[in-house]
């Protein structure tokens, strides 16, 4: 069992997924690869677990994933072009994606569900704590959800999950967490999890978001752990193992995040994240905003 006090610095991020909300265009091109403004959304993650200290980061990919690799890769010849043009400021930017962050990769092979992708990073990730970012979430940079998850690891121990208030009506597209109050505004301490329950078995309105630190107990535990909802290995169900016996991995807190989370894993919620983005830019913010107002007025 690893310490309370042991430093995150490794970073999960399940990409096996085939996206196929979006299909005809992830047909050829990986989910994570669509562009949220001018960058791919699997970027911002990257970058959200750089700035919380996670410098190690482990992609957990599939078949038809090679271009993660390449984006995060060195592109000489592309880097040649923009150098001999001096054009400093693109070129900066083809860099930077190449210097964020140690990267690794692993194949799940079969799409067994979030808890098994995130058993195949148990090689990688060995005896110490670490963090799992879902790519479908991406949580703006002035609301530090993942540092403050390590803050509470490090003063709990255990696991932590990030946990957001959400109509009730909607909680059937979430795991669910029943809670118990803490002395701390923001944490609460996890007694229970259902995955995707109906609204009347919903035990509150706090749904499990795609940010996790977990401790290395949690390995053990999904190599017991049945398939669950949906014929997959549900992480919420270890969870839910760790939640009951604190022994084995917890136990479980949960941070309650109240600040901008932009959701591109469906269609109408990825185009609000864009326009949210979008209009925030300082190099494109005014004038989107601009040709927006009069768009509204004028067309709708």
């Known amino acids: 069992m690893t310490t309370s006090r042991t430093r995150i610095t490794k970073a999960v991020i399940p990409a096996a997924g ?59 010849e592309l880097e040649q072009v923009l150098r001999d043009k001096g054009d400093a400021t693109k070129l900066a930017r083809v860099e930077e994606s190449s210097a964020l962050a140690t990267m690794h990769y692993v194949r799940q092979g079969d799409p067994k569900g979030l808890g098994h992708a995130v058993l195949c990073a148990a090689p990688h990730v060995g005896d110490q704590p670490f963090a799992v970012l879902l790519g479908d979430d991406l949580i703006d940079p002035r609301d530090p959800l993942l540092s403050r998850m390590t803050q509470v690891r490090q003063e709990h121990g255990g696991s932590v999950i990030a946990l957001m208030e959400v109509p009730p009506e909607s909680i059937h597209l979430y795991g669910c967490a029943a809670v118990a109050p803490t002395g701390e505004e923001d944490v609460v301490r996890v007694s229970g999890l259902i995955e995707k329950p109906a609204v009347d078995e919903a035990p509150s309105n706090l749904a499990v978001i795609g940010r996790y630190v977990l401790d290395p107990g949690v390995f053990e535990v999904l190599r017991k752990t049945e398939p669950g909802r949906g014929g997959e290995i549900q992480l919420t169900d270890a969870l839910q193992t760790l939640a009951d016996d604190p022994g084995m991995g917890g136990p479980v807190h949960g941070v309650v995040f109240r600040g901008r989370r932009y959701d591109t894993g469906d269609r109408g919620d990825y185009l609000r994240a864009i326009v949210r983005l979008a209009c925030e830019r300082e190099d494109l913010g005014p004038d989107f905003r601009d040709w927006l107002r009069g768009y509204v007025t004028e067309e709708m």
């Not at 085939?18 to 989910?31: M, S």
């Not at 960058?39 to 078949?63: C, F, N």
């Open 18 to 76: 085939l996206g196929t909300r979006f299909l005809p265009a992830t047909k050829a091109t990986p989910k994570e690869m669509l562009p949220v403004v001018d960058k791919p959304a699997i970027q911002y993650v990257v970058e959200e677990a750089v700035t919380a200290g996670l410098s190690d980061v482990l992609m957990v990919t599939g078949r038809n994933k090679r271009p993660l690799e390449d984006h995060f890769d060195r592109n000489y």
